[in-house]
């Protein structure tokens, strides 16, 4: 079975740090990974996924996340956070269901961006 | 634009009553999904469907079903048997791989309160 552990469920970085976002997953098949972003009472919007080739994935508003297998990790960063990075991220994980794929999310975490 | 839409953003229901929530894809999409969000919870999948006249319990469909009379509606009902069904509401669309991640785009949600 596949599962999300997204590690710190609220995070909070000054403006213009490092924005590093942990995700763990579990998946008994090489699995697709996506970030999605959701703002208040906003839909999921997709921030980047991993399918196969490069593990280094660049989204959008200069996200970033490197899938590693070794680790079972797909940490999402950006050098500098600004002010309207400040949303609720999730990480998900895609498998196979008869010709559907579903996905399997993690819980979330808050970003705050302190001034 | 093409899009995911969904009716309405805010809805208000007595304890005992169904109520019925729009989802309309205008992408082309064969699959459709409903999720249910709950804080601190992720995404849950209530429904899914893959092509018309055809649909799947996710993981919580207890209470709710849904209907797929055509490839671009995905009405979601909440019935009276749902016990906590305040909770927000996301409908996504994907296409169905031939090979490929087929990647979920997400509508703007429900926000369903019971009065």
């Known amino acids: 079975a596949q599962s999300v552990t997204q590690l710190g469920s609220h995070v909070s970085v000054s403006e213009g740090a490092l924005v590093l976002l942990r995700c763990n997953y579990s998946?008994?098949?090489?699995?697709?990974l996506f970030w999605y972003v959701q703002y208040p009472n906003q839909g999921l919007q997709l921030l980047l996924k991993y399918t196969t080739g490069a593990t280094l994935v660049k989204g959008i508003n200069g996200f970033e996340a490197e899938f590693k297998k070794s680790e079972t990790s797909f940490h999402l960063t950006k050098p500098s956070a600004h002010m309207s990075d400040a949303a609720e991220y999730f990480c998900a994980v895609s498998f196979s269901s008869g010709s559907a794929r579903q996905l399997t999310f993690g819980s979330g975490t808050q970003l705050t961006v302190l001034p | 634009d093409g899009g995911i839409t969904q009716s309405p953003k805010y809805l208000f229901r007595k304890e005992g009553q169904n109520v019925t929530l729009s989802c309309e894809q205008n992408?082309?999409?064969?699959?459709m999904y409903w999720y249910r969000q709950d804080p601190g919870q992720g995404l849950r999948l209530i429904y899914y469907s893959q092509i018309v006249n055809d649909f799947q319990k996710g993981d919580i469909a207890e209470g709710y079903s849904v209907s797929r009379e055509k490839k671009e509606s995905f009405p979601l009902t909440v019935t009276s048997a749902q016990k906590n069904p305040t909770a927000f509401y996301l409908c996504?669309?994907?296409?169905?791989?031939?090979?490929?991640?087929?990647?979920?785009?997400f509508g703007p949600g429900t926000r369903l309160t019971v009065l």
């Open positions: 996504a669309s994907s296409t169905i791989g031939q090979g490929y991640v087929d990647t979920q785009y």
């Open positions: 992408l082309n999409h064969d699959a």
């Open positions: 998946s008994s098949v090489p699995p697709y």
